[in-house]
C-alpha cells in the first residue's frame, strides 16, 4: 500500500507544479523602437483637467493642498471643472453634493444674488493660476419648476420656471465673475451648461426643454462677456443609442435650429463637450478594467463631431474620461485606484487617445480625469481620488510624467502587441499592453513607458523591454528615469507595510506624503550615441510605468 500512497503524491505534486508554472508564464522581451529624428505636431496638454462632484471641498484643508500641487507640477493651463455650482445650500460640503446658495428670492420674488460662496470657490482656484471649467447648474430651488424635494433629490434637475430669471442670473454671475477677476482672466475659462443631461439622474426634463434652456444661457452668457467661451452639451458616453442621440440633437439644433432666446438660427457653441467611461468587473475574483469601451466612447463622439462639416474643426473636452463611472462607489469591482493599475491605464490610455483624434482628424483641446480628493473620509478607503486625507495616490504620479514631457511628439513603431484601433477592437485581454509615448524638444526627450493589462493578476511577471532610440542629435546623453510601481511613487505600498493604519501618526503621514511623490529609480546614467543611435534595457513590472529624461 506504500507505492501506490508514493505515486498518489508525485502525481500531485506534478500537477501542483504545472498549475504554479501555467499561472506564472515568462514574460517574452519586448522591443520598442522610436525614432526622435521623425517629429510630428507638439504634444498638446490635453491631460491638464481635472474635475470633481464636490466644489466646497475646493476650499477645505486637503482641497486646497491639492489643487496648489495640481498648479505647481506643470506650466501649462489646468482646467478645474465641478457640479452644483448654483445650487441653493449653506455650502456644508457633503458627498455628491455641493451648493452655493447664489439665488434666492424675496418674499416678493424678486431676486437675490449672494456670490459669497462661490466666490470664495473661484478665488482659491485663480489665486493658484488655476482656470475653472464654470459649469452652469444646477437648477437653484427658487427657480426650479419642481422644487421639492431638493436636498440631494430631484428639485435640482428642472427647468426653470422663469426663463428671464434664470437669463439674468447666468448674466450677473458673468459680469460679476468680470467684475472679480478681469476680462484676461475669465476669457481664459470655460463655460458650459449643465452635466449629463441625456440621463434622468442630472435632467428631468426633454431634450428639447434642454436646448431650450441651453439657448436662454448661451444668450446671457455672450451679452455679458462677447468673448467668453462656451460648450456643451455634456452628454453621456456617446457609444450609448440615447447619448448619442441627445449629442446629434443638440448639433443639429447648434447649427440650423431656430433659437429660443433669439429666434435666429442656430446656437453660439465654441467647444465640444462629451464624456467617456470604461467599466470594471470581478472575473473569477480578478479585478477586469475595459479600456475599449472608454476608448469606444471617445471614438464615437469624435465620429460624430466629425459628421458635421462646420463643427469638425471646433475644439472638443472630453468633460469626463475615466476607467468607469462612480467615482464616489467603493468595492472589490473599483479595486484599481490605490496601487499601480490605475497610473498604468491612463498611460496607456491617454496616448491611445492621441491617436484616436489624430485618426479621426478632430480638434482635440482636452480631457477631464474625474477624480479630485474626499473629504473626511477614511485613507486609501478606494475612492476614484488624486490623493486621500493629503497623501497623493500613485495616479497623480503619472499626470507629473506628462506634465514633463515638452515639445514635438517623436515616432513609435507600431509594431508591438496593441495599438488603438486593437484595443478599440478587444481591449487588453491577450499579453500585455507595453509601448512608449516619446517627444523630442531642443535639449531633451522623453520617453514615457507603460506595462499595462486589463486584469488585475498579482502573479503577472515583469516584462524585458528593449528601448532602441534613433535620430539622437548628439554624442552622449543623461538619463534620468522616474518610475510608478510597488516600491517607487507609491504611497499605498508604504501604507499597506506599515500594517494599513487607519488614523496614521504625524510621522507616518509625513513618510506617506514623501512617498507620494514622483520618485526617480537609480542615480541618472550617461549613455553613448552611435550614429544617433542608443539603447536602454528595463524590466518592467506589470503594472507600471516608467519616463526616461535624456538631456545634453
Same mark, same amino acid.
Given at each position: 500500500m506504500k507505492h501506490p500512497n508514493k505515486l498518489v503524491m508525485l502525481l500531485l505534486f506534478a500537477i501542483a507544479g504545472y498549475s504554479a508554472q501555467s499561472q506564472t508564464p515568462t514574460a517574452k522581451p519586448v522591443t520598442i523602437d522610436i525614432n526622435l529624428g521623425n517629429k510630428s505636431a507638439?504634444?498638446?496638454?490635453?491631460?491638464?483637467?481635472?474635475?470633481?462632484?464636490?466644489?466646497?471641498?475646493?476650499?477645505?484643508?486637503?482641497?486646497?493642498?491639492?489643487?496648489?500641487?495640481?498648479?505647481?507640477?506643470? /506650466?501649462?493651463?489646468?482646467?478645474?471643472?465641478?457640479?452644483?455650482?448654483?445650487?441653493?445650500?449653506?455650502?456644508?460640503? =457633503?458627498?455628491?453634493?455641493?451648493?452655493?446658495?447664489v439665488y434666492t428670492e424675496d418674499k416678493d420674488g424678486n431676486p437675490v444674488y449672494d456670490w459669497t460662496i462661490i466666490d470664495r470657490i473661484f478665488d482659491v482656484i485663480v489665486s493658484r493660476g488655476l482656470h475653472p471649467i464654470a459649469q452652469i447648474g444646477f437648477m437653484p430651488q427658487a427657480l426650479s419648476t419642481h422644487p421639492d424635494p431638493y436636498y440631494k433629490?430631484?428639485?435640482? /434637475?428642472?427647468?426653470?420656471?422663469?426663463?428671464? /430669471?434664470?437669463?439674468?442670473?447666468?448674466?450677473?454671475?458673468? /459680469?460679476?465673475?468680470?467684475?472679480?477677476?478681469?476680462?484676461?482672466?475669465?476669457e481664459k475659462w470655460n463655460w458650459e451648461l449643465w452635466n449629463e443631461p441625456d440621463i434622468t439622474y442630472y435632467w428631468k426634463d426633454s431634450t428639447e426643454d434642454l436646448i431650450k434652456l441651453y439657448d436662454y444661457t448661451a444668450d446671457a452668457v455672450k451679452r455679458a462677456l462677447p468673448t467668453a467661451t462656451l460648450g456643451g452639451p455634456e452628454t453621456t458616453s456617446p457609444s450609448g443609442a440615447k447619448a448619442a442621440a441627445f449629442l446629434k440633437a443638440f448639433l443639429t439644433h447648434v447649427v440650423s435650429g431656430k433659437n429660443y432666446a433669439t429666434g435666429q438660427t442656430g446656437s453660439p457653441l465654441d467647444l465640444i463637450t462629451f464624456h467617456a467611461k470604461g467599466n470594471t468587473r470581478l472575473v473569477n475574483g480578478i479585478m477586469r478594467m475595459n479600456m475599449k469601451q472608454e476608448?469606444?466612447?471617445?471614438?464615437?463622439?469624435?465620429?460624430?463631431?466629425?459628421?458635421?462639416?462646420?463643427?469638425?474643426?471646433?475644439?472638443?473636452?472630453?468633460?469626463?474620461?475615466?476607467?468607469?463611472?462612480?467615482?464616489?462607489?467603493?468595492?472589490?469591482?473599483?479595486?484599481?485606484?490605490?496601487?499601480?493599475?490605475?497610473?498604468?491605464?491612463?498611460?496607456? =490610455?491617454? =496616448?491611445?487617445?492621441?491617436?484616436? =483624434?489624430?485618426?479621426?482628424g478632430v480638434n482635440l483641446r482636452g480631457i477631464v480625469t474625474w477624480a479630485f480628493t474626499f473629504e473626511n473620509e477614511p485613507i486609501f478607503k478606494g475612492y476614484r481620488e488624486l490623493a486621500t486625507q493629503g497623501v497623493d495616490k500613485p495616479v497623480l504620479n503619472t499626470f507629473r510624467m506628462f506634465s514633463m514631457m515638452k515639445g514635438n511628439r517623436a515616432e513609435v513603431k507600431q509594431n508591438l502587441a496593441y495599438t488603438a484601433q486593437r484595443i478599440l477592437d478587444s481591449s487588453v485581454r491577450a499579453q500585455p499592453d507595453i509601448n512608449a509615448l516619446a517627444t523630442i524638444d531642443k535639449h531633451q526627450a522623453s520617453v514615457l513607458v507603460w506595462n499595462y493589462h486589463d486584469d488585475n493578476n498579482p502573479a503577472a511577471p515583469a516584462s524585458p523591454v528593449k528601448i532602441k532610440l534613433a535620430g539622437l542629435p548628439v554624442a552622449t546623453a543623461t538619463v534620468k528615469q522616474y518610475r510608478i510601481d510597488d516600491e517607487h511613487s507609491n504611497a499605498y505600498a508604504v501604507w499597506k507595510k506599515m500594517g494599513s493604519p487607519s488614523s496614521p501618526t504625524i510621522q507616518q503621514k509625513a513618510e506617506l506624503q514623501k512617498a507620494g511623490k514622483l520618485q526617480t529609480m537609480g542615480a541618472p546614467q550617461k549613455i553613448k550615441v552611435t550614429g544617433g543611435q542608443a539603447t536602454i534595457d528595463v524590466s518592467l513590472p506589470s503594472h507600471s510605468v516608467a519616463l526616461y529624461q535624456l538631456t545634453w
Open positions: 507638439p504634444l498638446d496638454p490635453i491631460w491638464a483637467n481635472f474635475g470633481y462632484d464636490e466644489p466646497n471641498y475646493t476650499y477645505m484643508t486637503n482641497g486646497q493642498q491639492l489643487l496648489t500641487e495640481l498648479s505647481q507640477m506643470t /506650466k501649462v493651463p489646468v482646467n478645474i471643472r465641478m457640479h452644483h455650482l448654483l445650487v441653493t445650500g449653506d455650502g456644508t460640503p =457633503a458627498l455628491k453634493w455641493g451648493s452655493t446658495n433629490a430631484d428639485g435640482v /434637475k428642472y427647468s426653470p420656471k422663469d426663463y428671464k /430669471k434664470w437669463s439674468d442670473l447666468v448674466y450677473a454671475w458673468v /459680469k460679476h465673475s468680470v467684475d472679480r477677476y478681469g476680462q484676461k482672466e475669465v476608448l469606444s466612447d471617445i471614438d464615437n463622439g469624435f465620429k460624430i463631431v466629425a459628421s458635421y462639416p462646420t463643427l469638425k474643426k471646433l475644439p472638443i473636452i472630453i468633460g469626463e474620461a475615466d476607467p468607469e463611472s462612480c467615482a464616489a462607489c467603493v468595492g472589490p469591482q473599483y479595486d484599481y485606484r490605490n496601487g499601480t493599475i490605475y497610473p498604468s491605464y491612463e498611460a496607456a =490610455a491617454i =496616448a491611445r487617445i492621441y491617436d484616436i =483624434a489624430a485618426n479621426r
